[in-house]
């Protein structure tokens, strides 16, 4: 039969160390069906066959973004994004003018502000009443783990003079007894969420793991959808195929299944069970409604865990005190709470994927998958920890001992540019800064690394966070080496070793018949660009499935 697409003209890297490159591939029936030269290819064509001339810009397999958050991502393409502000006359504009063009939203939030966001003044709640002291506003830092509110928004939500919360979350307070406007972690902030005009749906998979309280009715989860299905092309639109969610519940799987059923293929997703640490053990047999979804384009077989916060905020647990405070951050679940669930996930045959900020956070988890390899015997597990922006020295061999995953964000290190390094004297001790962000050093060690962004925490496009692991910026020999990446390192990280972490290794993350037609076709010859030039890069066509879902 003939080929129903063919790509022609291409710099393709297959990331399959028997055939590394070649010029062009044939899908039939939504997989790859041969490899080769242009001249072998392109008799492959017939009347009615799509071809595609890749103009000479790379060929790889479709992205594999590991570690994003789908539904806030969507609805926050049409959120304000702070990013890069750091003055408070900025600050100011840019949420006046929203607020004038938006005047309808009972709580206005703006997203992606770093904590410098009003320069040298730490954000409070009577500095965002000098922006605006009328009408609720909330700012959410990029890594989404603290939220300031003014006074309007605080007395909305209840949080004014304090609230109870769980452990790992806080509202900050004055020595006036009232809150200061920090909302740190996400049972501090949901209650202001929840008066958004989603009433918060988009967080819940993330802040409590739940499903919304009340149903939504159709309306609202036509808006909802139509919140991921943002998401899910701004994914096609930057070359990636398939998606690793980091919260979850069942409402999200509903309606991404909606959405298939309705025929948007668009990306492939997996959608984990998010246990928080006020639910129950038992809380995690509820995975057998989540594994319900196992189809190539939505399935749902891992358990995501939050063992701590942020360094920014103090709330990453580590093994020492902070530099510039008192406290060692936040431990979320108890070591015997977080060991239990691990076991007994892992007995289930379920994935898990933890979020470890801090080296505290890190050995906790390690300690967790220790436990369950004790209790239940060892496995092909796959079990993973997300971010380890600290690493002890001592723990970092235990990752390929145990065969732990290392998902990593090379943008969130101060080494790719996009966010600045901190002073020294803060949240890093000098001893600490040299295994911080260890790319090299984890790869180094024997353990699998693969890449991602986080995003909305950061943009979501590819070719940046590659440059950022292959052309890091030097920021002080006080923080050791440089951790770079190879080109094919970073790109592996993205393709071929992600669909390893997965368990689809045998249906893509290489361009070889049989695999899955999922491709991303560049603009530029990657192999002729600087290191420092990658970012210039960005998708042309994106195929899942053998269709197209992305065309520059």
Known sequence: MPADLIIL???????????????????????????????????????????IDAQGGTVLPGFIESHIHLFSGGVELDLLNLAGIADADSAAR?????ADADPEARVLLAVGAEYGLLGDAPITRQGLDEIIADRPIAVMAADHHTVWANTAALELAGLLHGAEMPAGSRVEMAPDG?????????????????????????????TTGHDPATSPDAAAREMDKAALLRGLNHLAANGITTYHNMDGNLYQLELLQELLDEGHHVARGEVPIHVVNTDPVDRIDEAAQFRRYDTPWLWSRRLKLFADGVPESGTALMTEPYPDHEGQGQQIFSPEHMNELVARADAMGLQVSIHCCGCGAVRQALDAYEHARKVNGPRDSRHRIEHIESLHP??????????????????????AGFFPAPP?????????????YAWR???????????????PVVPVPVMPTIQGAVAPHAIGEDWGPDQRQTLDEALASY?????????????????????????VILSRNLDQLAANELAQASPLVTICGGHVTYQA
């Open 178 to 206: 009232t809150a200061t406007g920090a909302l740190l972690e996400f049972a501090a902030f949901q209650p202001l969420l929840a008066h958004m005009p989603t009433g918060g749906r988009e967080y819940l998979g993330l």
């Open 441 to 455: 050093d984890i790869r180094d060690s024997g353990a699998h690394l693969i890449f991602s962004t986080d995003w």
């Open 9 to 51: 003209n291409g710099h393709l890297k297959t990331m399959d160390p028997a055939q590394p490159t070649a010029q062009a591939l044939a899908i039939e029936n939504g997989c790859i069906a041969a490899v080769g030269r242009d001249d072998e290819i392109e008799a492959l064509a017939g009347p009615e066959t799509r071809m």
């Open 424 to 436: 020294p004297g803060q949240i890093l001790h000098a001893h600490q800064r040299p295994r911080a």
């Open 94 to 98: 840019l949420i006046r003018d929203r």
């Open 394 to 415: 001592d723990d970092l061999p235990r990752f390929a001992e145990l065969g732990v995953v290392a998902s990593m964000q090379p943008l969130h290190s101060p080494r």
């Open 495 to 519: 393709t071929r070793d992600a669909a390893w972490v997965e368990f689809h290794e045998d249906e893509k993350g290489q361009l070889k018949p049989g695999m899955l037609g999922d491709v």
